[in-house]
């Protein structure tokens, strides 16, 4: 039997494995949580303004907030007011009315920012002083409505201050439209004005920190006067002549006219003069009543009463 040899090339390749070191190289296996979320960043206040140029209690502050929040959420804020370093009870919203307050106040707002996740830091706004407000004239009127040259002539004000302060006024009078600088009081004394003059006064307020402003009354005219009879009857006649030199003054300086209302029979009266003259009779024995009037030219006029007895002894 004829023997074979089977020749076999065997050719070994090289292995090479690769085994990771762990703490050199991660070890860790895949993440299996899903994607990691992001941290929030709380919104950010910038600047609070107290929005209001010379506040007083009649005013109402409004405010100017800046902020932004890093993430780009929307934002929201929570107010507080402050006075004199005191929270204000209920007063959280975006104004604040005056009333309430006092003048000198020390104002403040704390805003505290949120996007709905987490609340930023708070920020206090700068001080504002509450300033003095000034005074207020309401109404101006001159007393008496019907105003004669023999009369004085009296302002009547109305005034207000906010803050309660004591008011004192300031007084200018015109004349015609012509302001009198020497006449500075509430009063404009007789010897002023005559017939005809238009008379009105400006009326200025002071509290004496601020003056509030002026305020005009309306003009008034002055009117014609009446004459006004300025002696008195006798008491007592000597014989029997009564006479009787009536005397009277007009305050425009017109001229004067005298005539006898009512009198006893035989009674008579000069009308320029004004001197009453009557011859006494026996039968006038008894009382009369006299009634002597004054006019002037435009038709005013004024009237003396009397009653005279007549008795014979």
């Not at 000597?238 to 005539?259: C, E, M, Q, R, W």
């Amino acid at each position: 039997m004829k023997a074979w040899r089977l020749w076999i090339n065997l050719t070994i390749a090289p292995v090479f494995l690769i085994v990771p070191l762990c703490g050199i190289l991660s070890c860790e296996g895949p993440d299996r949580t899903g994607p990691r979320s992001k941290t929030n960043s709380p919104p950010v206040i910038t600047s609070v303004q107290i929005l209001s140029e010379n506040p007083t209690i009649e005013t109402e502050l409004h405010l100017n907030v800046q902020g932004h929040d890093p993430d780009g959420d929307s934002m929201t804020y929570r107010l507080q007011w402050i006075r004199n370093d005191n929270d204000i009870p209920g007063e959280n919203k975006n104004t604040l009315s005056g009333k309430g307050l006092k003048k000198g106040d020390a104002i403040q707002v704390r805003v505290i920012p949120s996007d709905g996740k987490a609340e930023g830091k708070p920020f206090v706004s700068a001080p504002v002083r509450i300033l003095n407000s000034p005074p207020v004239i309401l109404q101006v009127d001159l007393e008496p409505k019907t105003v004669y040259a023999s009369d004085n002539l009296k302002a009547q004000v109305k005034g207000f201050d906010a803050d309660g302060d004591f008011l004192y006024y300031v007084y200018q009078w015109e004349k015609n439209g012509t302001i009198l600088p020497e006449e500075r009081s509430d009063v404009l004394e007789q010897g002023r004005f005559r017939k005809g003059d238009s008379i009105s006064v400006t009326v200025t307020p002071d509290d004496r920190e601020v003056l509030g402003k002026p305020k005009k009354s309306d003009p008034v005219t002055i009117s014609n006067s009446p004459p006004m009879i300025v002696s008195s009857p006798p008491t007592s006649v000597t014989g029997n002549i009564y006479l009787y030199p009536v005397k009277a003054n007009d305050p425009d300086s017109d001229p004067i006219v005298f005539s006898l209302k009512k009198g006893p029979k035989g009674m008579e009266i000069d009308q320029k003069t004004g001197l009453i003259r009557w011859e006494i009779r026996k039968v006038a024995k008894g009382v009369h009543t006299i009634e002597i009037e004054a006019s002037d030219n435009e038709e005013a006029r004024s009237f003396q009463r009397y009653t005279l007895t007549v008795d014979f002894r």
